[in-house]
């Protein structure tokens, strides 16, 4: 038992490590202006027009780094530090959120499985601590509830995996474009590159730490049965 609370610690640190050090990224990399001096606005308007997709928009939300693709509206919504700034930082935001608009309209066969696993997400996710929880206090007399428990933390791992081979791909799309239509090429191109491997860390920890979750999980089950 105290080594799973070992693997926590280790995860708990790893995912704070690596999110203050993609904050310190962006912030870095958003100090460097572009030299075409155009906005995150206009790097996604010219990406998704250059793929031949013009049933997207863009929009300005909320929030820090909240910039996200909406497959269902078919918008690209970026921050507003994304959406008006002129860096590097920007970019490289921008262009990866642009990437997930062009693996929607491409079927890209990865974001098909990850959007046919939402509805099943959202329903395990609203559940799956309450039933955990039951499970755990009824484990030697109702271990059923648990395994049920199991089951849809097991939906919310798979969805955490899958979402892996999306995020790096949208990345590898928008660093191409970024190089080759010179907005980020060199010096600028590495730093985007950097910036958008430090938001990739964050999917391969939270996937991972769901991972080592699970397991926990499943020993407890197999120990209950005992």
């Not at 202006?33 to 990406?47: D, H, Q």
Request: net charge positive; aromatic share 12%.
């Amino acid at each position: 038992m105290l080594n799973i609370w070992i693997i926590f610690g280790v995860f708990m640190l790893a995912s704070w490590i690596v999110g203050r050090q993609l904050k310190t990224r962006f912030k870095k990399y958003a100090q460097i202006p572009l030299n075409t001096g155009i906005s995150g606005k206009e790097v996604a308007e010219r990406m998704l027009a250059e793929n031949g997709i013009y049933d997207v928009t863009v929009h300005s939300v909320q929030g820090e780094l909240s910039d996200h693709y909406h497959p269902g509206k078919k918008t690209v919504n970026l921050s507003p530090a994304v959406y008006s700034g002129r860096n590097v930082a920007a970019a490289a935001v921008a262009a990866h959120e642009c990437g997930h608009a062009i693996q929607h309209a491409r079927a890209y066969s990865f974001l098909k499985m990850r959007s046919a696993l939402v509805p099943a997400v959202s329903f395990a996710s609203k559940w799956v601590q309450w039933v955990l929880l039951a499970g755990i206090f009824l484990v030697q007399s109702m271990p059923q509830i648990l395994l049920a428990g199991i089951v849809l933390f097991a939906v919310t791992t798979l969805f955490s995996f899958i979402t892996l081979p999306v995020e790096v791909d949208a990345s590898r799309r928008a660093l191409a474009w970024l190089n080759t239509t010179g907005i980020a090429s060199g010096t600028a191109h590495a730093k985007a590159k950097d910036a958008l491997k430090w938001a990739a860390y964050t999917y391969v920890v939270a996937a991972l730490s769901s991972l080592a979750t699970l397991v926990y999980y499943i020993l407890i089950y197999l120990g209950g049965r005992d």
